[in-house]
């Protein structure tokens, strides 16, 4: 079955660091890919998300890149702020429907 | 964009009572609403798929006579967790997907169940 990894956090960063959340999925077929973010006390908002092979995706200094030969489609930024502070999760869907399988999620906390 | 609320927030009820928590869809149609529970420091499981008009499809290992559904309109779905206990206690959450051709789906800020 459809399965997302990602590393396991939580992620502390000074402000203006540079930010990598690794995640790589097991799927059949082509399946399109999204991270959504849960900011304290909120309901899963969607980052970016990307559909196919190469594709970019990006949002509010975000970026992920759909890797298929490496299965991967890991999130980028390349300062982030104290508001980003959050939880992250990478997630996938297949099959033409609309089911999401989703990683562990992960805690970044971002410091002055 | 599209929003979706539940109700309530949070709960707190005494072991075997039945809690109902609703999921809404506010600014648009959802003939599918999707639950999915989430344990602390631990992923989204779905627990099922609310069908408007139809019975819901439940994901292997969730009861269904546990955990009840109901899409009784176009814009709302219930979940009733019956007879309730201390390991139900979880954050309870609820989505809809929208119309794009991309699978976005629209989440609800949850629901934080506790059974004591």
């Known amino acids: 079955g459809d399965s997302v990894t990602q590393m396991e956090g939580p992620v502390t960063l000074s402000e203006e660091a540079f930010l990598t959340i690794n995640c790589t999925y097991t799927?059949?077929?082509?399946?399109?890919l999204f991270w959504y973010v849960q900011y304290p006390g909120e309901g899963l908002q969607l980052l970016l998300k990307a559909t196919k092979a190469d594709d970019k995706g990006s949002n509010k200094g975000f970026e992920a890149t759909y890797r298929k030969e490496t299965t991967s489609f890991h999130l980028e930024k390349g300062s982030v702020q104290v508001s980003d502070s959050a939880v992250y999760f990478c997630?996938?869907?297949?099959?033409?429907?609309?089911?999401?399988?989703f990683g562990t999620g992960t805690q970044l906390k971002v410091e002055l | 964009g599209a929003v979706v609320s539940q109700h309530p927030s949070r709960v707190i009820c005494k072991s075997g009572t039945s809690v109902k928590i609703e999921c809404r869809s506010l600014d648009f149609q959802a003939t599918t609403m999707f639950w999915y529970r989430q344990f602390p420091k631990k992923s989204l499981m779905l627990m099922a798929t609310?069908?408007?008009?139809?019975?819901?499809?439940?994901e292997q290992g969730v009861e269904k006579d546990k955990f009840l559904i109901n899409h009784a309109s176009l814009t709302l779905s219930t979940l009733t967790v019956t007879s309730a206990h201390p390991e139900d206690s979880s954050f309870y959450i609820c989505s809809a997907p929208g119309h794009g051709s991309y699978n976005e789906q629209f989440f609800g800020p949850g629901t934080r169940l506790t059974v004591l």
């Open positions: 997630a996938l869907s297949s099959g033409g429907g609309n089911k999401l399988t």
């Open positions: 799927a059949t077929g082509y399946p399109s």
């Open positions: 609310s069908n408007e008009g139809s019975k819901a499809t439940y």
